[in-house]
C-alpha cells in the first residue's frame, strides 16, 4: 500500500497530489524500485480487492498490459491481468471480467477461503477502510508499505487501532520511496 510519510494512505484533499506514482502511464520509481515491484507481483496468483476498486483497477491494468507489451518496468501488469481476481463485495451484481469472481460473504471468512487454496499467494489492493478491516481482522501475513516522501497531515489511515508491528526489511530507494516490510 502507498502511505505518505506520515502515515496515510488517503488524503482528505484530492487535490493534494502526494504519490509519487499514481499509477498512470508514466513512473517515475527508479529501476530497482521498478524491478522490485515486478518481483513481488510476479509470485502472486490472487488479487484480492474491494469492490470499489475492483473495476477501475481489472480496467485500467489490463489496458496498461495492452499498451505496455513488451516493456519490462510493466511486466507486472501481464501478472495481474493472468491472476485470479476476488472481489469482496455484497452490492455489485456482476463483475464480467476474465478470471475475476465475486466474494459476498464476510471479508475474514472469504480471505480465510482463499487462504485454503493450494500454492494461493494472494495480494490485496484497496483502499484504507478495506486494509484496515484486512488488519484488525488478522487476515494479513504481510504488510508492504511504500512510503512517500510526501507529508499531506491528514487524511486516512489503515491503522485504526494500536498495534506493534515486527520490521523484516526498510529499503531506501533512489526516488525517495522507502519500501517497508513488517509482520502484523
Given at each position: 500500500?502507498?502511505?505518505?510519510?506520515?502515515?496515510?494512505?488517503?488524503?482528505?484533499?484530492?487535490?493534494?497530489?502526494?504519490?509519487?506514482?499514481?499509477?498512470?502511464?508514466?513512473?517515475?520509481w527508479?529501476?530497482?524500485?521498478?524491478?522490485?515491484?515486478?518481483?513481488?507481483?510476479?509470485?502472486i496468483d490472487?488479487?484480492?480487492?474491494?469492490?470499489?476498486m475492483?473495476e477501475?483497477?481489472?480496467?485500467?491494468?489490463?489496458n496498461?498490459?495492452?499498451?505496455?507489451?513488451?516493456?519490462?518496468?510493466?511486466?507486472?501488469?501481464h501478472?495481474i491481468?493472468?491472476?485470479?481476481?476476488?472481489?469482496?463485495?455484497?452490492?455489485?451484481?456482476?463483475?464480467r471480467?476474465?478470471?475475476?469472481?465475486?466474494?459476498?460473504?464476510?471479508?475474514l471468512?472469504?480471505?480465510?477461503?482463499?487462504?485454503?487454496?493450494e500454492?494461493v499467494?494472494?495480494?490485496?489492493?484497496?483502499?484504507?477502510t478495506?486494509?484496515?478491516?484486512?488488519?484488525?481482522?488478522?487476515?494479513?501475513?504481510?504488510?508492504?508499505?511504500?512510503?512517500?516522501?510526501f507529508?499531506?497531515?491528514?487524511?486516512?489511515?489503515?491503522?485504526?487501532?494500536?498495534?506493534?508491528l515486527?520490521c523484516?526489511?526498510?529499503?531506501a530507494?533512489?526516488?525517495?520511496?522507502?519500501?517497508q516490510?513488517?509482520?502484523p
Amino acid at each position: 500500500m502507498q502511505i505518505s510519510v506520515d502515515g496515510f494512505g488517503a488524503t482528505n484533499d484530492p487535490a493534494v497530489d502526494w504519490m509519487l506514482w499514481d499509477w498512470g502511464p508514466r513512473c517515475p520509481w527508479d529501476g530497482a524500485l521498478k524491478k522490485r515491484f515486478n518481483e513481488t507481483i510476479e509470485g502472486i496468483d490472487t488479487v484480492l480487492l474491494s469492490g470499489p476498486m475492483a473495476e477501475g483497477y481489472i480496467d485500467h491494468w489490463t489496458n496498461m498490459a495492452q499498451q505496455k507489451a513488451g516493456d519490462p518496468d510493466y511486466a507486472f501488469t501481464h501478472r495481474i491481468v493472468a491472476a485470479h481476481k476476488r472481489v469482496i463485495s455484497r452490492s455489485l451484481t456482476a463483475l464480467r471480467r476474465p478470471r475475476t469472481s465475486i466474494g459476498r460473504g464476510p471479508l475474514l471468512d472469504e480471505v480465510a477461503a482463499l487462504k485454503q487454496g493450494e500454492g494461493v499467494d494472494i495480494i490485496c489492493f484497496g483502499g484504507t477502510t478495506f486494509a484496515a478491516a484486512l488488519l484488525d481482522g488478522g487476515a494479513v501475513d504481510e504488510l508492504q508499505l511504500y512510503v512517500n516522501p510526501f507529508a499531506i497531515s491528514g487524511g486516512q489511515s489503515v491503522f485504526k487501532r494500536s498495534r506493534a508491528l515486527r520490521c523484516l526489511e526498510a529499503t531506501a530507494y533512489e526516488c525517495g520511496i522507502v519500501v517497508q516490510r513488517y509482520q502484523p
